[in-house]
């Protein structure tokens, strides 16, 4: 096991939360011990030893035992040509109220569970917008499913304040096996065109947005900054589940 597939290997089970680099630095080893204490094996050699290395692939393989396809229900999912997911917060509390539900068609509240929106997926379908679509993200809206975390009503971008209702990691890894869902029923390659956060369309996709930034700070791991450093977490955790 090289160093990235080490930091993978702790960022599927949710002790590293930075971007995977292949470097075994200060935070891949607060990682590892933290996995090390937790399972027992303080006296492993910490490089990592054979004990830890088989622990850590035990520890892998019972997070992704439950399929993630039980995350959304199979009605949720209608036949639809879709090219993308973008990942949003909604600006309120840690409940999906009715305006939230109108605009998005997944929904994480603070439970955390999975709230449908009003608008089904198909009604966004990349061969023509329907009366009724989900209107998650300026001009791009076509052939894009729209997903929502609950919460950060009054956040601050600078200084970064997550506000009264801060998403949480429970969330976040929720959403990220909502999206690993919508990414196989509708043959979605996670690449960062086709899954990214709203704070990241109108850098990568070149569409202008009015002054967005959901998603690009993460109130449990404030040291994680900018559109893409979070883009590029939230999709090495969709590729994890």
Request: a positive charge; charged letters at 20%; hydrophobic letters at 40%.
């Amino acid at each position: 096991m090289d160093v990235e597939d080490l930091q993978r290997s702790l960022q599927a089970i949710g002790l590293y939360t930075r971007n995977i680099d292949n470097d075994f630095g200060g935070y891949t080893l607060s990682a590892l011990k933290q996995f090390q204490v937790k399972s027992g094996l303080e006296g492993d050699p910490i490089l990592p030893g054979a004990r830890t290395l088989e622990a850590l692939d035990r520890a892998v393989a019972a997070k992704i035992a439950k399929p993630a396809n039980d995350t959304i229900p199979a009605d949720w999912l209608p036949d639809a040509q879709m090219l993308r997911v973008i990942l949003h917060w909604t600006a309120g509390t840690g409940t999906a109220s009715e305006n939230d539900r109108d605009h998005y068609h997944v929904l994480i509240d603070a439970s955390p569970k999975l709230v449908r929106g009003l608008r089904s997926i198909d009604q966004n379908d990349a061969r023509g917008l329907k009366a009724r679509y989900a209107p998650h993200t300026l001009n791009c809206n076509s052939g894009s499913i729209g997903i929502a975390i609950c919460g950060m009503a009054g956040a601050v971008e600078q200084p970064f304040s997550p506000g009264r209702y801060p998403i949480t990691r429970a969330q976040w890894d929720l959403a990220a096996r909502a999206v690993a869902v919508l990414c196989r029923r509708y043959r979605i390659t996670v690449s960062p065109k086709t899954v990214l956060s709203h704070a990241e369309v109108q850098g990568t996709l070149g569409i202008v947005q009015r002054g967005k930034w959901d998603i690009a700070r993460l109130p449990w791991d404030p040291s994680v900054a900018g559109a893409k450093a979070v883009g590029d977490l939230f999709r090495a955790a969709v590729i994890a589940a």
